[in-house]
């Protein structure tokens, strides 16, 4: 079965403070590898996808990083705006499962001014 | 811009009272998936409709049921709601089955009093 762990649960930052955040898996063959961001009371909002061991994509102060057994996501220099829930998603390569998305718990990150 | 749209964002309902959860899409997408978000936990996939065909997940309860009419609407019931399926629940689309993200609506949150 498909496992996704995330940690730390929860992460406090002052603003300009960098930090990474880290989803350890556990999948049948990895199809891809998703990042999310979900603000309080909303749907899950698309940032990154990752396909393969070394990949790598940024956007804005955010950078996702993969190996075979984690991906990082990285804050550089946040802002009290990047406070959200970041989700963590793996989907397998198994035909059978079809496009199944499993989550991690999530991190919730709280920037102060 | 397309987009998937749920309905009502917040629902209250009794113990035991039927209740319909509705999520519409402007993006042609031939997948819908339910998700329920308990608080500050992953994302659980309920079931998924890959045009017309339904998937059911192992453990998702016999209380929960979906329809999907046409290609842009899809339909969650709960038969007899109790104080356990209090929840977000969160529609989803994917193009077909054969990789890539999710988009997702904003959820409508669920009481059950």
């Known amino acids: 079965e498909d496992q996704v762990t995330q940690s730390p649960e929860a992460l406090r930052l002052q603003e300009g403070e960098s930090s990474s955040l880290n989803c350890s898996y556990t999948v049948s063959g990895l199809r891809g590898l998703f990042w999310y961001r979900q603000d309080p009371g909303k749907g899950p909002e698309f940032l990154f996808t990752?396909?393969?061991a070394g990949e790598e994509k940024e956007k804005e102060r955010l950078k996702a990083t993969l190996t075979k057994k984690e991906s990082f996501l990285h804050i550089t220099a946040p802002k009290p705006e990047d406070s959200a829930t970041y989700l963590c998603a793996v989907q397998p390569l198994i035909k059978a499962a079809g496009n199944k998305l499993t989550f991690g718990g999530g991190t919730r990150v709280l920037v102060k001014p | 811009d397309a987009m998937v749209i749920q309905n009502p964002r917040y629902q209250v309902t009794q113990f035991g009272k039927p209740v319909t959860l509705s999520c519409s899409q402007t993006?042609?997408?031939?997948?819908m998936y339910w998700y329920q978000q308990k608080s500050s936990q992953a994302p659980k996939l309920l079931f998924h409709y890959y045009d017309k065909d339904f998937n059911n997940e192992a453990d998702t309860p016999d209380n929960f049921q979906s329809r999907r009419p046409n290609t842009s609407f899809c339909f969650l019931d709960i038969r007899s709601p109790g104080l356990g399926d209090a929840a977000m629940y969160l529609c989803?689309?994917?193009?077909?089955?054969?990789?890539?993200?999710?988009?997702f609506g904003s959820g409508t949150r669920l009481t059950v009093v």
């Open positions: 993006l042609n997408h031939n997948v």
């Open positions: 989803a689309t994917s193009r077909d089955l054969t990789g890539g993200g999710y988009t």
């Open positions: 990752l396909y393969s």
